[in-house]
């Protein structure tokens, strides 16, 4: 039976030297047939074979364990070496030989570097081999050592190489984050600056200096919060998470409402929906909760279809309070979803300057912070971001989740 390709089994395959070590092996012990296999207790699977008796198995091929004579190997943790089958006490009425058609046998175990049993080293031929007599268990308990230290080595390689690939992609989002912070910063102080200059340039004009003074606060409180980001940034970097200030809300709506109406001015000419249950006394830190709340919001305000409503749902159900927010717009790829929550990262947006890409970063410590989860679920007309947050709480809804998913997230 052939089934697909097992990780274990790849990482046999893709060392270069097997079949040279198999030849080898044949040559040593006179076997004709060599191979080299992983060993469960459930099964063993060939990771690369040397067949020079045309028996037909091929690598990848899999049998259930019991029918070989290498799971006696693995129950042992011992090489097994067999002259003769047929004239082996202990053999020659064992029914594996006589099923497979050989006389002599010898198989060694190959050990992890870290002394995890991984599978075997073995070798059969129709026809008896003084195997027991010569250096050949010698010879291929090397071999087995040398297979342990090419798959050690190639693992080291081979994570060595996605590390390398991650870092660089790592740096790449730096540099481009840098990029986007100094652009979003130097939007909002040329603002400061041009508003101080007009200001000096109206002291005597109330009326005027009051519009500029608020434009001024504007942009400065947008720097501020940009610098916020980034310092939640390297706290969830740094591993401390975000820090919390924890204590019993019972007004947590008010929060969220005061979050959608803020958007709402922000963003006029868009459906907001807002869906918000009687929540109880949830412990929490709401101003977190409601910066979670925010960063979701403006998300599926970016990059939802424009034309039609975004929801925002709070209920508390199973002792949790759950939050969600949902838009409409063609589904995410899988790719898409395993990226939302990394520092840096943005999805194409319909507008070049977007943000830092860190809301949903923060997103995601704050949910951490608190203990809580976050998930996401797109179809082809749905994308929905769900916090839950297990909590004690007295006077909670017992309406969520709702049966369908739009009217959940408050979107009809």
């Not at 603002?191 to 606060?217: F, H, N, P, R, Y």
């Not at 409402?257 to 001015?265: A, C, D, I, T």
Request: with cysteine.
């Amino acid at each position: 039976m052939i089934q697909s390709v097992l990780p274990d089994v790849a990482a046999v395959q893709r060392i270069a030297s097997i079949p040279s070590l198999l030849a080898t092996v044949a040559q040593i012990t006179g076997l004709r047939f060599t191979c080299i296999a992983r060993v469960t207790p459930e099964s063993w699977t060939a990771c690369a074979v040397l067949d020079q008796l045309g028996m037909g198995l091929l690598p990848n091929a899999t049998r259930a364990v019991g029918t070989t004579l290498c799971d006696l190997v693995r129950t042992s943790g011992k090489a097994l070496v067999i002259d003769a089958a047929s004239t082996d006490p202990a053999f020659k009425a064992h029914p594996i030989p006589a099923q497979f058609g050989f006389e002599s046998f010898i198989s060694v175990p190959i050990r992890r570097q870290n002394g995890d049993y991984f599978g075997t080293l073995s070798g059969i031929d129709p026809l008896p081999k003084n195997l027991s007599g010569t250096a050949a268990l010698a010879s291929m308990t090397l071999f087995a050592e040398l297979i342990s230290q090419q798959l050690s080595s190639q693992q080291v390689l081979e994570e060595t190489q996605v590390a390398l690939l991650d870092a660089r992609e790592t740096s790449e989002l730096r540099e481009q984050f840098i990029a986007v912070l100094g652009h979003d910063l130097r939007n909002p102080l040329g603002t400061i600056i041009t508003g101080a200059e007009l200001m000096l340039l109206s002291l005597g004009d109330e009326k005027k200096l009051t519009i500029l003074a608020k434009l001024v606060q504007g942009s400065g409180k947008r720097m501020a919060a940009l610098v916020d980001d980034v310092v939640d940034l390297t706290r969830g970097k740094m591993g401390g998470g975000i820090p919390l200030n924890l204590a019993p809300h019972a007004d947590l709506g008010d929060a969220l409402r005061q979050v959608v109406e803020e958007l709402r001015s922000t963003y006029p000419q868009r459906d907001i929906r807002l869906e918000a249950h009687a929540l109880g006394t949830v412990l929490c830190d709401a101003p977190r909760l409601a910066q979670l709340c925010s960063n979701l919001l403006k998300n599926a305000l970016v990059y939802g279809d424009t034309s039609k409503p975004v929801g925002v749902a709070a209920h508390v159900a199973d002792d949790a309070l759950e939050l969600a927010v949902t838009n409409h717009g063609p589904r995410m790829s899988d790719d898409t979803v395993a990226h939302l929550f990394k520092p840096y990262w943005r999805a194409a947006a319909k507008s070049p300057h977007e943000g830092l890409g860190l809301g949903l970063f923060i997103v995601g410590e704050i949910a951490r912070s608190h203990g809580g989860t976050m998930t996401v679920s797109s179809s082809d007309e749905l994308t929905t971001f769900l916090f839950r947050l297990p909590c004690h709480q007295h006077g909670a809804s017992a309406a969520w989740p709702p049966t369908a998913a739009p009217h959940h997230a408050g979107i009809p």
